[in-house]
């Protein structure tokens, strides 16, 4: 017999997937019934995902996912990049005492970006010793073990990486919607934008292998996905550092030939790494989706300046108008940050110029969050009631071209991927345009996962109200 130190780190977890099972399958006798597991995700795409990779296996080990938190296992996968997203872990955790208190048989466990964090891990060992089970982002790959040192070990198992340069594929995966899913292309960020924490709790930048990337997304296809969405910090950056290097752009040439994919979308690109090359391929492809999210952070080359963008307002402002020359139906979305430390109300004017000029057709706009460790936490804060005003007026503007921007379809007919049945009125089904924007109209659960024709009869600010017409 292979003895489990010297496999391949695939098959180790597949051996530890059997054990875990007989441990589920134990408790289950124990409790009459099947256990009941809940993953709960807070932050991005890229933790949503981890959260399917943690579901897969969940369920192959046996327990019934349910969406209730009052569960014999719950896992939050956490968010670290603004402090609000810490606050909320905490505020539940204790809720989730409480259930624990009753269900002596419960195991809670914290992963995700959080956990990367030294401060956090003295945190939860002093004040929330109920907590049973913290692993962080770079072991991720092996919950299958780490669920069996939850079964034979007494106390909180903790086992936290610092990085790693380890790529680990083919595990379970259990996808939240059947037509769509999301597919990591590249770990990690090397950009160390000064505010953010991201490259500290996710490490150096990896790229997967192309070739890893199309057999997954063809099992996916062959499994009835038509919309996937690539996943990275900067999926421009994707491929520099492979063996054998390969540009962004040349991967989603590959993607686009993948027979059976209707529409590829990606997150995130970053602005100083967007090819020309990469319009062109955008331009001509049929896939692609007419939505780019290209975050600017602040319209203030000072202000880009200090968070070590390495763009220009100049800079930016000139990709934005290649894009809308070359492909005037994509749609441009972004990130704004404001009250990044030195920011005054004119660098703030900066960024509305920026906004009425590029017309965005949405954006997320945070309120400057201080990440201990990042560069930007030792420079000197904007006082906080300062930055609530100009908040409002960045909101306030790009409210308006998001407005005006979305309701440029009006009266036209476009496809739509049916995601699901309307959530406040069940004779509607919810879909999204190529472009992102959603679209109500009425349909059944039959559409759900398919294409359809629609007519965008009126505009609702950031959404349509349409009905289906015959291609
Ligand atoms: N890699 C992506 C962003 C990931 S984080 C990119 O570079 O585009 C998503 C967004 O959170 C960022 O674009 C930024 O606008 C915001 N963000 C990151 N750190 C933040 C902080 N410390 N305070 C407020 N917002 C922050
Ligand atoms: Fe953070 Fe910048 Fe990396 Fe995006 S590119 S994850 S904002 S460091
Ligand atoms: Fe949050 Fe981690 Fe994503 S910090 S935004 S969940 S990469």
Known sequence: MTNVTQMNETDRQYYFMEKASGHVAKLGEELGRRPTCCVTTFGCQMNARDSEKLVGILEKVGYEIIEDENADFVIYNTCTVRDNANQRVYGRLGVLNGYKR????????????????????????????????????????????????????????????????????????????????????????????????????????????????????????????????????????????????????????????????????????????????????????????????????????????????????????????????????????????????????????????????????????FIYSKRTGTPAAAMEQVPEELVKEQFDRVLKTVQETAREQVSRYQGQICDVLVEEINENDSSLVTGRMSNNTLVHFPGDISLVGKLVNVSLDECHGFYYMGHMVQS
Not at 266 to 271: A, G, K, Y
Not at 351 to 361: A, E, G, L, P, S
Request: charged share 30%.
């Open 102 to 365: 009753k269900n002596p048989h419960m195991k809670i466990a914290l992963c995700g970006c959080m956990m990367q964090e030294p401060t956090v891990i003295e945190k939860i060992k002093n004040s929330y010793r109920f907590v049973d089970l913290i692993f962080g982002t770079h072991n991720i790959f092996k919950f299958a073990e780490l669920l069996c040192s939850l079964f034979e070990n007494e106390g909180m198992v903790i086992d936290i990486w610092k990085d790693t340069d380890k790529i680990v594929e083919d595990l379970p995966v259990e996808r939240k919607y059947s037509f769509k899913s999301g597919i990591n292309i590249m770990f990690g960020c090397n950009n160390f934008c000064s505010y953010c924490i991201v490259p500290y709790v996710r490490g150096r930048e990896r790229s997967r292998n192309p070739k890893d990337i199309i057999r997954e997304i063809e099992g996916l296809v062959a499994d009835g996905v038509v919309e996937i969405m690539l996943l990275g910090q900067n999926v421009n950056s994707y491929g520099k550092n492979l063996e054998e290097p390969i540009t962004f752009a040349q991967l989603l040439q590959d993607v686009e030939r993948i027979k059976g994919l209707e529409r590829i979308r990606f997150m995130t690109s970053h602005p100083k790494d967007l090819s020309d090359e990469l319009i062109e391929v955008m331009k001509h492809s049929k896939k692609i989706c007419r939505h780019l999210h290209l975050p600017l952070q602040s319209g203030s080359t000072k202000i880009l300046t200090a968070m070590n963008r390495r763009y220009t307002k100049e800079q930016y402002l000139e990709l934005a108008e290649k894009i809308r020359k070359e492909i005037p139906d994509m749609a441009i979305t972004t990130d704004i940050i404001v009250g990044f430390p030195g920011e005054t109300k004119e660098d703030v004017d900066e960024t509305i110029d920026v906004i009425r000029r590029v017309k965005y057709d949405n954006a997320f706009t």
